[in-house]
Protein backbone atom coordinates (compact mmCIF):
# COMPACT_ATOMS: atom_id res chain seq x y z
CA UNK A 1 0.00 0.00 0.00
CA UNK A 2 1.21 3.55 -0.42
CA UNK A 3 1.97 5.76 2.16
CA UNK A 4 -0.26 8.84 2.54
CA UNK A 5 0.73 12.20 3.97
CA UNK A 6 -2.01 14.42 5.47
CA UNK A 7 -1.24 18.34 6.17
CA UNK A 8 -3.38 20.48 7.91
CA UNK A 9 -2.87 23.93 6.94
CA UNK A 10 -6.12 25.77 7.52
CA UNK A 11 -6.50 26.08 11.46
CA UNK A 12 -10.08 26.42 12.82
CA UNK A 13 -11.75 29.06 9.75
CA UNK A 14 -9.80 28.38 6.51
CA UNK A 15 -9.98 24.81 5.73
CA UNK A 16 -6.86 23.84 3.66
CA UNK A 17 -5.94 19.98 3.96
CA UNK A 18 -3.02 18.77 1.62
CA UNK A 19 -3.22 15.24 1.07
CA UNK A 20 0.05 13.39 -0.68
CA UNK A 21 0.07 10.23 -2.19
CA UNK A 22 1.10 7.98 -5.11
CA UNK A 23 3.32 11.32 -6.16
CA UNK A 24 0.38 13.71 -6.34
CA UNK A 25 -0.39 16.54 -4.52
CA UNK A 26 -3.73 17.35 -3.61
CA UNK A 27 -5.40 20.24 -1.64
CA UNK A 28 -9.04 19.76 -0.35
CA UNK A 29 -10.01 23.02 0.28
CA UNK A 30 -8.32 26.39 -0.12
CA UNK A 31 -10.15 28.73 2.05
CA UNK A 32 -9.59 31.93 3.42
CA UNK A 33 -9.22 32.37 7.13
CA UNK A 34 -11.29 34.58 9.52
CA UNK A 35 -10.65 35.91 13.01
CA UNK A 36 -8.14 38.00 14.37
CA UNK A 37 -5.88 40.00 13.32
CA UNK A 38 -2.58 37.35 13.76
CA UNK A 39 -4.56 35.09 12.01
CA UNK A 40 -6.18 37.30 9.03
CA UNK A 41 -2.84 38.18 8.24
CA UNK A 42 -1.70 34.91 6.77
CA UNK A 43 -4.18 35.47 3.90
CA UNK A 44 -1.58 37.75 2.84
CA UNK A 45 1.57 35.65 3.82
CA UNK A 46 3.76 34.43 0.63
CA UNK A 47 1.57 31.04 -0.58
CA UNK A 48 3.95 28.10 0.99
CA UNK A 49 6.41 26.14 -1.50
CA UNK A 50 4.48 22.75 -0.79
CA UNK A 51 1.21 25.03 -2.68
CA UNK A 52 3.19 25.56 -5.48
CA UNK A 53 3.50 21.80 -6.67
CA UNK A 54 -0.25 21.04 -6.23
CA UNK A 55 -1.54 18.86 -8.91
CA UNK A 56 -5.18 19.75 -8.06
CA UNK A 57 -7.47 21.76 -5.80
CA UNK A 58 -10.60 20.32 -4.61
CA UNK A 59 -13.65 22.50 -3.46
CA UNK A 60 -16.17 21.24 -1.11
CA UNK A 61 -18.29 24.71 -1.62
CA UNK A 62 -17.67 28.36 -2.46
CA UNK A 63 -18.29 29.32 0.49
CA UNK A 64 -14.95 31.93 1.45
CA UNK A 65 -13.72 28.95 4.42
CA UNK A 66 -13.80 26.68 1.61
CA UNK A 67 -12.66 28.58 -1.35
CA UNK A 68 -11.47 32.27 -0.96
CA UNK A 69 -7.79 31.59 -1.00
CA UNK A 70 -7.92 30.46 -4.18
CA UNK A 71 -7.32 33.73 -6.61
CA UNK A 72 -4.22 34.43 -4.33
CA UNK A 73 -2.98 31.25 -4.69
CA UNK A 74 -3.44 31.69 -8.92
CA UNK A 75 -2.34 35.09 -8.15
CA UNK A 76 1.42 34.12 -7.09
CA UNK A 77 1.73 31.61 -10.17
CA UNK A 78 -0.25 28.44 -9.76
CA UNK A 79 -2.62 27.01 -12.40
CA UNK A 80 -3.34 23.50 -12.22
CA UNK A 81 -6.84 21.95 -12.35
CA UNK A 82 -9.44 22.90 -9.75
CA UNK A 83 -12.12 20.47 -9.75
CA UNK A 84 -15.73 21.07 -8.20
CA UNK A 85 -19.23 20.36 -8.26
CA UNK A 86 -21.66 22.19 -10.85
CA UNK A 87 -22.93 24.45 -8.37
CA UNK A 88 -20.38 25.34 -6.25
CA UNK A 89 -18.55 26.16 -10.32
CA UNK A 90 -21.78 28.12 -10.58
CA UNK A 91 -21.90 30.42 -7.24
CA UNK A 92 -18.10 30.64 -6.80
CA UNK A 93 -17.95 33.72 -9.52
CA UNK A 94 -20.53 35.62 -7.28
CA UNK A 95 -18.92 34.67 -4.13
CA UNK A 96 -15.37 35.51 -4.98
CA UNK A 97 -16.17 38.50 -6.92
CA UNK A 98 -18.60 39.77 -4.23
CA UNK A 99 -15.70 39.54 -1.64
CA UNK A 100 -12.96 40.69 -4.09
CA UNK A 101 -15.27 44.09 -4.28
CA UNK A 102 -15.43 44.26 -0.57
CA UNK A 103 -12.38 43.61 0.17
CA UNK A 104 -11.06 46.34 -2.28
CA UNK A 105 -13.68 48.62 -0.75
CA UNK A 106 -11.93 48.22 2.44
CA UNK A 107 -8.43 48.68 1.46
CA UNK A 108 -9.77 52.26 0.12
CA UNK A 109 -11.50 52.80 3.16
CA UNK A 110 -8.50 52.00 5.40
CA UNK A 111 -5.73 54.00 2.98
CA UNK A 112 -7.94 56.93 3.26
CA UNK A 113 -8.48 56.56 6.81
CA UNK A 114 -4.97 56.27 7.76
CA UNK A 115 -5.81 53.49 9.45
CA UNK A 116 -4.24 50.72 7.45
CA UNK A 117 -0.95 50.29 9.37
CA UNK A 118 2.95 51.07 8.50
CA UNK A 119 2.26 50.05 4.89
CA UNK A 120 0.02 50.22 2.19
CA UNK A 121 -3.22 48.62 2.47
CA UNK A 122 -3.75 45.91 -0.27
CA UNK A 123 -7.18 43.35 -0.59
CA UNK A 124 -6.58 39.34 -0.30
CA UNK A 125 -7.54 39.57 -3.64
CA UNK A 126 -8.84 41.43 -6.61
CA UNK A 127 -11.25 41.02 -9.26
CA UNK A 128 -8.56 40.25 -12.15
CA UNK A 129 -7.23 37.10 -9.45
CA UNK A 130 -10.95 36.09 -8.92
CA UNK A 131 -10.98 35.68 -13.23
CA UNK A 132 -8.21 33.93 -13.49
CA UNK A 133 -8.99 31.56 -10.20
CA UNK A 134 -12.38 30.44 -12.15
CA UNK A 135 -11.22 29.73 -15.65
CA UNK A 136 -9.23 26.93 -14.21
CA UNK A 137 -12.53 25.05 -12.43
CA UNK A 138 -13.57 22.12 -14.14
CA UNK A 139 -17.14 20.70 -12.94
CA UNK A 140 -17.68 17.46 -11.60
CA UNK A 141 -20.98 15.47 -11.20
CA UNK A 142 -21.70 14.22 -7.70
CA UNK A 143 -21.02 10.93 -7.56
CA UNK A 144 -19.24 10.52 -11.15
CA UNK A 145 -15.34 8.81 -10.65
CA UNK A 146 -12.63 11.08 -11.65
CA UNK A 147 -8.61 10.12 -12.36
CA UNK A 148 -5.96 12.07 -11.86
CA UNK A 149 -2.21 11.35 -11.92
CA UNK A 150 -2.84 7.67 -10.22
CA UNK A 151 -5.53 8.86 -8.03
CA UNK A 152 -9.31 8.73 -7.67
CA UNK A 153 -11.69 11.22 -6.20
CA UNK A 154 -15.52 11.81 -6.38
CA UNK A 155 -18.14 14.19 -4.76
CA UNK A 156 -20.50 12.97 -2.42
CA UNK A 157 -23.28 15.92 -1.53
CA UNK A 158 -23.13 17.41 2.00
CA UNK A 159 -26.11 19.38 2.03
CA UNK A 160 -26.18 22.98 3.62
CA UNK A 161 -25.09 24.77 1.24
CA UNK A 162 -26.07 24.87 -2.84
CA UNK A 163 -23.48 22.50 -4.45
CA UNK A 164 -21.52 21.42 -1.10
CA UNK A 165 -19.57 18.73 -0.95
CA UNK A 166 -17.94 16.31 0.95
CA UNK A 167 -15.16 13.97 -1.46
CA UNK A 168 -13.30 10.89 -1.55
CA UNK A 169 -9.62 10.49 -2.62
CA UNK A 170 -7.80 7.33 -3.22
CA UNK A 171 -4.84 5.72 -4.26
CA UNK A 172 -2.71 2.52 -4.06
CA UNK A 173 -5.48 0.87 -1.68
CA UNK A 174 -5.65 3.79 0.79
CA UNK A 175 -8.57 6.32 0.92
CA UNK A 176 -9.38 9.53 2.72
CA UNK A 177 -12.83 11.20 3.11
CA UNK A 178 -13.22 15.16 3.81
CA UNK A 179 -16.93 16.30 4.86
CA UNK A 180 -16.67 19.82 5.87
CA UNK A 181 -20.14 21.28 7.61
CA UNK A 182 -22.97 19.03 6.79
CA UNK A 183 -26.80 20.01 6.12
CA UNK A 184 -29.35 18.28 8.06
CA UNK A 185 -31.26 15.69 7.12
CA UNK A 186 -34.84 17.19 7.32
CA UNK A 187 -34.03 20.74 5.66
CA UNK A 188 -37.18 21.85 4.11
CA UNK A 189 -35.19 22.60 0.46
CA UNK A 190 -31.84 21.22 0.72
CA UNK A 191 -31.27 17.78 -0.46
CA UNK A 192 -29.55 15.89 2.85
CA UNK A 193 -26.22 14.66 2.78
CA UNK A 194 -25.15 11.41 0.69
CA UNK A 195 -24.52 8.85 2.96
CA UNK A 196 -20.55 8.16 4.46
CA UNK A 197 -18.34 5.93 1.95
CA UNK A 198 -16.14 3.54 3.79
CA UNK A 199 -12.08 5.36 4.29
CA UNK A 200 -9.17 4.67 6.43
CA UNK A 201 -9.15 8.27 7.12
CA UNK A 202 -12.20 10.80 7.94
CA UNK A 203 -11.89 14.86 7.93
CA UNK A 204 -14.56 15.96 9.54
CA UNK A 205 -15.94 19.55 10.35
CA UNK A 206 -17.04 20.07 14.07
CA UNK A 207 -20.28 19.91 14.47
CA UNK A 208 -22.60 23.25 15.59
CA UNK A 209 -25.45 22.87 18.50
CA UNK A 210 -28.34 21.75 16.15
CA UNK A 211 -31.12 24.02 15.74
CA UNK A 212 -33.69 24.29 18.30
CA UNK A 213 -37.07 24.69 16.01
CA UNK A 214 -37.87 28.20 17.18
CA UNK A 215 -35.56 29.90 14.97
CA UNK A 216 -38.32 31.98 12.85
CA UNK A 217 -40.16 32.98 16.67
CA UNK A 218 -37.25 34.37 17.94
CA UNK A 219 -35.94 35.93 14.31
CA UNK A 220 -39.42 37.31 14.64
CA UNK A 221 -39.43 38.94 18.53
CA UNK A 222 -35.88 40.39 17.39
CA UNK A 223 -37.62 42.39 14.25
CA UNK A 224 -40.71 43.13 16.66
CA UNK A 225 -38.35 44.71 19.46
CA UNK A 226 -36.80 46.51 17.11
CA UNK A 227 -39.77 48.05 15.50
CA UNK A 228 -41.56 49.05 18.48
CA UNK A 229 -38.69 50.84 19.74
CA UNK A 230 -38.79 52.95 15.89
CA UNK A 231 -35.57 50.80 15.50
CA UNK A 232 -34.11 48.71 12.01
CA UNK A 233 -32.59 45.06 12.00
CA UNK A 234 -29.52 44.42 10.56
CA UNK A 235 -28.56 41.07 9.36
CA UNK A 236 -24.79 39.90 8.39
CA UNK A 237 -25.05 37.08 5.79
CA UNK A 238 -23.15 35.94 2.94
CA UNK A 239 -23.38 37.10 -0.85
CA UNK A 240 -24.36 33.11 -1.84
CA UNK A 241 -25.90 31.07 1.00
CA UNK A 242 -28.67 33.35 2.32
CA UNK A 243 -31.63 32.19 0.54
CA UNK A 244 -32.94 30.57 3.63
CA UNK A 245 -32.75 33.66 5.32
CA UNK A 246 -34.66 35.94 2.64
CA UNK A 247 -37.08 33.08 2.68
CA UNK A 248 -37.74 33.17 6.31
CA UNK A 249 -38.56 36.89 6.10
CA UNK A 250 -40.92 36.03 3.50
CA UNK A 251 -42.92 33.37 5.14
CA UNK A 252 -42.84 35.36 8.20
CA UNK A 253 -44.28 38.51 6.74
CA UNK A 254 -47.10 36.77 4.06
CA UNK A 255 -48.08 35.05 7.98
CA UNK A 256 -48.38 38.39 9.24
CA UNK A 257 -45.68 37.09 12.20
CA UNK A 258 -44.09 40.38 11.41
CA UNK A 259 -44.40 43.89 9.87
CA UNK A 260 -44.32 43.93 6.04
CA UNK A 261 -40.92 46.00 6.36
CA UNK A 262 -38.51 46.88 3.63
CA UNK A 263 -36.08 44.40 3.04
CA UNK A 264 -32.59 45.89 1.70
CA UNK A 265 -30.50 43.68 0.55
CA UNK A 266 -26.94 45.26 0.05
CA UNK A 267 -25.37 42.67 -1.91
CA UNK A 268 -24.60 42.59 -5.97
CA UNK A 269 -28.12 41.83 -6.54
CA UNK A 270 -29.92 44.68 -4.60
CA UNK A 271 -27.33 47.16 -3.92
CA UNK A 272 -28.23 50.53 -2.29
CA UNK A 273 -26.62 53.50 -0.58
CA UNK A 274 -28.20 53.78 2.17
CA UNK A 275 -31.20 52.79 4.79
CA UNK A 276 -34.18 54.49 4.96
CA UNK A 277 -35.47 56.45 8.05
CA UNK A 278 -38.35 53.89 8.28
CA UNK A 279 -37.93 50.58 10.04
CA UNK A 280 -36.54 48.07 7.69
CA UNK A 281 -34.36 44.61 7.82
CA UNK A 282 -31.50 45.39 6.46
CA UNK A 283 -29.11 42.19 4.82
CA UNK A 284 -25.73 43.26 4.42
CA UNK A 285 -22.60 40.80 3.79
CA UNK A 286 -19.79 39.61 5.28
CA UNK A 287 -21.36 37.16 7.21
CA UNK A 288 -18.45 37.40 9.74
CA UNK A 289 -19.16 40.89 10.07
CA UNK A 290 -15.05 41.64 9.88
CA UNK A 291 -14.70 43.32 6.18
CA UNK A 292 -17.36 44.38 3.57
CA UNK A 293 -20.25 46.38 3.47
CA UNK A 294 -21.73 45.55 6.74
CA UNK A 295 -19.25 47.87 8.28
CA UNK A 296 -20.95 50.83 7.17
CA UNK A 297 -24.23 49.70 8.70
CA UNK A 298 -23.03 48.22 12.15
CA UNK A 299 -21.18 52.31 12.39
CA UNK A 300 -24.58 53.92 11.70
CA UNK A 301 -26.42 51.25 13.68
CA UNK A 302 -24.65 49.72 16.80
CA UNK A 303 -24.64 53.46 18.89
CA UNK A 304 -28.52 53.61 18.33
CA UNK A 305 -30.60 51.56 20.72
CA UNK A 306 -33.44 51.60 18.90
CA UNK A 307 -32.21 48.99 16.58
CA UNK A 308 -31.42 45.25 16.76
CA UNK A 309 -28.52 42.76 14.73
CA UNK A 310 -29.39 39.36 14.27
CA UNK A 311 -26.53 36.97 13.91
CA UNK A 312 -27.44 33.65 12.23
CA UNK A 313 -25.66 30.95 12.52
CA UNK A 314 -22.10 29.79 14.16
CA UNK A 315 -19.80 32.83 14.66
CA UNK A 316 -16.15 32.25 13.38
CA UNK A 317 -14.07 32.48 16.41
CA UNK A 318 -12.58 36.09 16.88
CA UNK A 319 -14.62 37.68 14.40
CA UNK A 320 -16.50 40.92 15.01
CA UNK A 321 -19.73 38.67 14.77
CA UNK A 322 -17.99 36.92 17.50
CA UNK A 323 -17.73 39.72 19.66
CA UNK A 324 -20.87 41.00 18.91
CA UNK A 325 -22.37 37.25 19.97
CA UNK A 326 -19.97 37.69 23.18
CA UNK A 327 -21.65 40.56 24.46
CA UNK A 328 -18.89 43.33 24.08
CA UNK A 329 -19.46 47.10 24.49
CA UNK A 330 -17.79 48.41 21.86
CA UNK A 331 -16.57 47.06 17.88
CA UNK A 332 -14.00 48.50 16.45
CA UNK A 333 -14.99 49.68 12.57
CA UNK A 334 -12.74 51.25 10.36
CA UNK A 335 -10.17 53.01 13.30
CA UNK A 336 -13.08 54.17 15.36
CA UNK A 337 -14.28 52.52 18.37
CA UNK A 338 -18.39 51.86 18.16
CA UNK A 339 -20.31 51.74 21.41
CA UNK A 340 -22.92 48.54 21.40
CA UNK A 341 -26.02 50.18 21.67
CA UNK A 342 -28.35 48.21 19.70
CA UNK A 343 -29.99 44.90 20.84
CA UNK A 344 -27.58 41.90 19.79
CA UNK A 345 -29.37 38.82 19.21
CA UNK A 346 -27.86 35.56 18.39
CA UNK A 347 -29.51 33.01 17.18
CA UNK A 348 -27.39 29.65 16.83
CA UNK A 349 -27.88 27.59 14.15
CA UNK A 350 -29.99 28.45 11.38
CA UNK A 351 -31.10 24.86 10.35
CA UNK A 352 -29.36 24.57 7.16
CA UNK A 353 -26.97 22.60 8.81
CA UNK A 354 -26.85 18.99 10.82
CA UNK A 355 -26.41 18.89 14.85
CA UNK A 356 -23.97 16.56 16.81
CA UNK A 357 -26.88 13.67 16.99
CA UNK A 358 -26.99 14.06 13.06
CA UNK A 359 -23.25 14.11 12.54
CA UNK A 360 -22.65 11.07 14.70
CA UNK A 361 -25.02 9.27 12.77
CA UNK A 362 -23.90 10.23 9.70
CA UNK A 363 -20.27 9.17 10.57
CA UNK A 364 -21.44 5.90 12.54
CA UNK A 365 -23.66 4.45 9.60
CA UNK A 366 -20.54 3.65 7.86
CA UNK A 367 -17.62 0.87 9.62
CA UNK A 368 -15.37 3.31 11.49
CA UNK A 369 -12.03 4.90 9.44
CA UNK A 370 -8.95 4.14 11.41
CA UNK A 371 -8.69 7.44 12.49
CA UNK A 372 -11.30 10.44 12.49
CA UNK A 373 -9.61 14.39 12.35
CA UNK A 374 -12.02 17.14 13.54
CA UNK A 375 -11.15 20.30 12.22
CA UNK A 376 -13.03 23.37 10.95
CA UNK A 377 -14.64 24.63 14.55
CA UNK A 378 -13.75 26.61 17.97
CA UNK A 379 -11.39 24.14 20.05
CA UNK A 380 -13.55 23.31 22.55
CA UNK A 381 -16.43 22.11 19.96
CA UNK A 382 -13.71 19.81 18.31
CA UNK A 383 -12.53 18.67 21.37
CA UNK A 384 -15.92 17.55 22.49
CA UNK A 385 -17.22 16.00 19.36
CA UNK A 386 -13.79 14.12 19.54
CA UNK A 387 -14.70 12.50 22.47
CA UNK A 388 -18.10 12.16 21.52
CA UNK A 389 -17.14 9.59 18.63
CA UNK A 390 -14.57 7.95 21.43
CA UNK A 391 -17.19 7.85 23.99
CA UNK A 392 -19.74 6.63 21.96
CA UNK A 393 -18.66 5.03 18.72
CA UNK A 394 -15.09 3.56 20.30
CA UNK A 395 -12.81 6.06 17.58
CA UNK A 396 -9.63 6.68 17.81
CA UNK A 397 -10.82 10.74 17.00
CA UNK A 398 -7.92 13.46 17.21
CA UNK A 399 -8.19 17.44 16.90
CA UNK A 400 -5.03 17.83 15.08
CA UNK A 401 -3.12 21.24 15.35
CA UNK A 402 -2.56 23.79 12.57
CA UNK A 403 0.10 22.99 10.19
CA UNK A 404 0.44 18.87 11.65
CA UNK A 405 1.30 16.15 9.32
CA UNK A 406 0.13 12.74 9.88
CA UNK A 407 0.35 9.48 7.96
CA UNK A 408 -3.18 7.69 7.24
Not at 62 to 69: C, K, R, V
Not at 237 to 250: N, R, S
Not at 278 to 293: E, N, Q
Not at 303 to 327: E, F, I
Amino acid sequence: MSEVRLTFLGGPTGARHLLELSGTRILAGCGLFAGPDALWRRNFSPVPDELHALDAVLLPSADLGHAGFLPQLVAEGWHGPVFATPGTAALLPIALSDAATQFTEDALAAEAGGWAGPGPAVPPFRAEDVSQAVALVRPVEYGTLQELGGVEFEFGRAGGRLGAAWVRIRAGGRSVVFAGPLGAAEHAWLCPPDPRPRSDALVLAAPSPACDGHLAGRFAAAVHRAVNRGGSVLVPAPAVGGEGLLMMVDELMAAGKIPKLPVVLDSPAGLVEQVSDRPSIVVAGLATADSGRVLRHLAEMLPDPRNGVVLLGPSAPGTRAAQLASGTRQLKIRGRYVPVRAEVTALGSTGEFAGPAEVLAWATATPPPETAFVVEGEAAASEAFAKTLHAEAGWCAVVPEDGERVLC
